[in-house]
C-alpha cells in the first residue's frame, strides 16, 4: 500500500467546493468561538494554554500529567467543527481525543481518536460510537494529509437520522439510526464537546508495543476555530429532535449523504480503510457481528 501522504488528492477541488457550499448555507452558530467562554477545564489547567484572544487552545502532554476541556453546554443533535493540528515528531503512544459524551454509565458518545506514531509514519484516526453504554464499534483509516503540518477540520454530523464523521468535510464514517431494528442509537441523551490530550501508550501504538518517549515531551496539540451549530440542551427532548429552520440538520433533506458525498466517503472507504469492526470476523463470529454491520449505512 502507497503512503497515505503521497497518494494523488483526486477530491480536493470537490471537497474545497463542498465546504464553500455548507459554509454558505449554514450560519446559525450558537458558539462564540470563545474557548474561555465556551469550555472549562477539566484536567490539569497548567496543561492548557489558552490564546490571548480566546480562539485558540493547546493540549500538553507530558510525564507527569495529560490535559483536557470540556463544553459548558450539552447539546442534543447538530454540527460540531473543530480544527486541529496533532502532536509532531515522535508521538507513540499519545492519543488526542475530540468527542462528545453523555457521561453516564448507559453512555452516549461520538469519538475521534488521533493515535500517536514513531516519527514518519502516518497517524491513524480511529472513530467509534457508543450507545447506551455499548462501544466496541471501532473504525481505523489513514489520513491523506499530514495533520501535524497544518490545521485540518473535524467534524460531527449528528441527527435523528445518522451521524456523520468527517475530516474537511469529506465523510469517511456514517452510523445510521437503525434503531427500529433493534440497533441502540444516540438519540436521547445531551452530550458535552471534550477534548483531551493523554498518554495512551498500552494499546495506542502498534496494539502497545511502542511506548511514549518522555524525552521527546512535552507533547502538545493546537486546536482552533469551532463551531457549534446544535441544539443545546434545555430538558426539552421533543425541541431539539423537531425538524425546523433552526434546527437544520434534522430535515429530511439530511437523512442521508448526497451523491457527492457518497463518491467522498467510497473514495475514503477504498484507500484508507485499515479497520472495521464489520470485518472483524477474528472478534466477532461471523454470525454475531453487530446488527448495523448488516444493514445499509446510508
Same mark, same amino acid.
Given at each position: ?8 488528492? &483526486?477530491?480536493?477541488?470537490?471537497? @474545497?467546493? %463542498? /465546504? $464553500?457550499?455548507?459554509?454558505?448555507? *449554514? ?33 500538553? &502532554?507530558?510525564?507527569?500529567?495529560? @490535559?483536557? %476541556? /470540556? $463544553?459548558?453546554?450539552?447539546?442534543? *443533535? ?221
Amino acid at each position: 500500500m502507497a503512503h497515505p501522504y503521497d497518494r494523488s488528492k &483526486l477530491f480536493l477541488l470537490l471537497t @474545497s467546493l %463542498f /465546504a $464553500s457550499i455548507i459554509n454558505s448555507v *449554514f450560519a446559525s452558530v450558537v458558539s462564540t468561538g470563545n474557548f474561555s467562554s465556551d469550555f472549562h477545564i477539566t484536567w490539569s489547567p497548567g496543561h492548557v494554554i489558552t490564546s490571548s484572544d480566546a480562539h485558540s487552545r493547546s493540549l500538553l &502532554l507530558d510525564n507527569e500529567s495529560g @490535559s483536557s %476541556f /470540556a $463544553s459548558n453546554d450539552k447539546f442534543l *443533535f447538530g454540527q460540531i467543527d473543530m480544527q486541529i493540528k496533532l502532536v509532531p515528531g515522535d508521538s507513540a503512544g499519545t492519543v488526542l481525543a475530540y468527542y462528545a459524551t453523555s457521561d453516564r454509565p448507559n453512555r452516549d458518545e461520538i469519538d475521534f481518536e488521533f493515535l500517536g506514531n514513531v516519527s514518519g509514519q502516518p497517524y491513524i484516526l480511529q472513530t467509534n460510537i457508543y450507545a447506551n453504554g455499548s462501544g466496541d464499534r471501532e473504525e481505523r483509516i489513514y489520513l491523506w494529509f499530514d495533520p501535524t503540518k497544518d490545521y485540518h477540520t473535524y467534524s460531527i454530523f449528528w441527527n435523528i437520522y445518522q451521524i456523520v464523521f468527517m475530516v474537511d468535510w469529506v465523510p469517511i464514517r456514517v452510523f445510521r439510526n437503525h434503531a427500529g431494528k433493534g440497533v441502540a442509537f444516540p438519540r436521547w441523551q445531551p452530550m458535552w464537546i471534550k477534548a483531551s490530550l493523554w498518554n495512551g501508550d498500552s494499546w495506542a501504538t502498534r496494539g502497545g508495543c511502542d511506548k511514549v518517549n518522555w524525552s521527546k515531551g512535552p507533547f502538545v496539540a493546537w486546536l482552533r476555530n469551532y463551531k457549534v451549530d446544535a441544539c443545546v440542551w434545555k430538558g426539552r427532548p421533543r425541541f431539539c429532535r423537531a425538524e425546523s429552520r433552526g434546527n437544520w440538520w434534522n430535515q429530511r433533506k439530511f437523512e442521508s449523504l448526497t451523491w457527492r458525498q457518497r463518491r467522498l466517503f467510497k473514495w475514503v472507504r477504498k484507500y484508507y480503510l485499515i479497520y472495521d469492526y464489520c470485518q472483524d470476523t477474528n472478534r466477532f463470529l461471523q454470525d454475531e457481528l453487530p446488527r448495523e454491520c448488516s444493514l445499509p449505512e446510508y
